[in-house]
């Protein structure tokens, strides 16, 4: 009977143990980001700020205080980190020395660029904050990989379970010329410029051993707080019936369409690399469409009112920066969808990832996640 026992006991441990080796093997064990400020979780502030005021109401809303995103709460890249039961991306630059970073890491820095800063100079056009762009990111992860996996054999097994982000990337490039050029039909020259660049730093990353990667259209840019009041316009036909301005969000469609068929040709020529579009186009434009839907309706005409900022119809002044003295912050962020201008809110990028990993805005579909998004 003692020897029944044990083997069942002994059954039963090796049973769970498999079991709890074995959850959800079909999920992601890592995530590496590339991108600007829609996904930097610290890189621009420990470039730029080590010692943030304390004082900021950037990361109020989760963390309670600066920490590096430009939100007051977490991004798409936090809850999908979240959502496969990893860790918060630590940034690249903020790594300590015998860190673990086993679950990923992230490139993605605020201000950045596809092209590189010479692009700028050369077209005698408005230059980007930074000179960290796409390309030097990837030479980031590249110093990185000897860290991660010694060699080949070891690295294929390592990135067959992790998921690599190319974007979003690329508002920075054309917010650089919307403030440059007056005529929108400018911005169509720089689109394949930039969609060639995306899918070279792609291309590198599958030479790298990355198998599954997403790559990210840009988002409606014409329902932007900023640039719906850099571009205000009196003439009401520049509109659409949701209050955006059409033509810069006809141009995003354009870029999108064009980054859509760059992807399908590299699926072609890599059929063992899985190559998802994130389409952010579609997914956050339907909060302007129906934000009392989502819970953001708090005011007549207020769809595109910054949470933080000061001045005109969208609370945005150029000229006041979000977490200066002159600067206000609205008393709940969790019903507006802009943060402070430029950037959404956590509310907004939450029901943004949720869009992304339960669908239907991932093409194909990404893994089934361990955690849904709360």
């Excluded at 963390?63 to 690249?92: C, E, T, W």
């Excluded at 100079?121 to 990185?144: A, G, H, M, R, Y």
């Excluded at 690599?164 to 010329?177: P, S």
Aim: net charge neutral; with cysteine.
């Amino acid at each position: 009977m003692k020897m029944i026992i044990i083997f069942y006991i002994t059954f039963a441990c090796n049973f769970l143990g498999n079991v709890i080796s074995h959850a959800n093997p079909l999920s992601y064990e890592s995530i590496f980001n590339f991108g600007d400020s829609i996904s930097d979780t610290g890189n621009a502030a420990t470039y730029y700020h080590p010692s943030m005021d304390e004082n900021s109401p950037y990361g109020s809303t989760y963390f309670k205080h600066p920490s590096g995103r430009v939100s007051n709460g977490r991004l798409i890249i936090d809850f999908l980190a979240q959502a496969y039961g990893l860790p918060m991306l630590p940034a690249y630059l903020n790594l300590t020395q015998g860190q673990d970073i086993k679950h990923g890491v992230n490139f993605a820095f605020a201000g950045a660029t596809v092209l590189d800063i010479d692009y700028f100079i050369q077209k005698k056009l408005n230059p980007p904050s930074t000179n960290i762009s796409l390309t030097v990111q990837l030479d980031w992860f590249k110093k990185l990989k000897p860290s991660l996996c010694k060699n080949k054999q070891e690295c294929d097994n390592y990135f067959k379970n992790s998921l690599f982000l190319v974007g979003e990337i690329g508002g920075n490039d054309i917010n650089a010329l919307i403030l440059s050029y007056n005529n929108i039909a400018e911005l169509r020259e720089i689109v394949p410029l930039i969609v060639e660049t995306i899918i070279n730093v792609t291309t590198e990353l599958i030479k790298e051993g990355a198998v599954e990667i997403a790559v990210p259209g840009n988002f409606p840019i014409g329902c932007n707080s900023a640039v719906l009041t850099i571009m205000n316009s009196d003439n009401k036909d520049d509109y659409d019936q949701f209050g955006c301005l059409a033509a810069y969000n006809i141009f995003i469609k354009y870029y999108n369409w064009r980054l859509n068929q760059a992807i399908e040709t590299l699926r072609q020529k890599n059929s063992h690399v899985k190559i998802i579009y994130f389409d952010y186009y579609s997914d956050t434009k339907r909060l302007f469409e129906a934000p009392q839907q989502y819970g953001f309706y708090f005011g007549k005409n207020d769809t595109f009112k910054a949470c933080c900022g000061k001045g005109g119809p969208y609370n945005v002044d150029i000229h006041i920066f979000c977490g200066s003295s002159k600067a206000t912050v609205c008393s709940d962020p969790s019903k507006h969808i802009n943060w402070d201008g430029a950037h959404l809110t956590e509310a907004a990028y939450r029901l943004i990832a949720m869009g992304i990993v339960e669908g239907p805005f991932a093409s194909p579909s990404l893994k089934s996640p361990v955690f849904k998004i709360a």
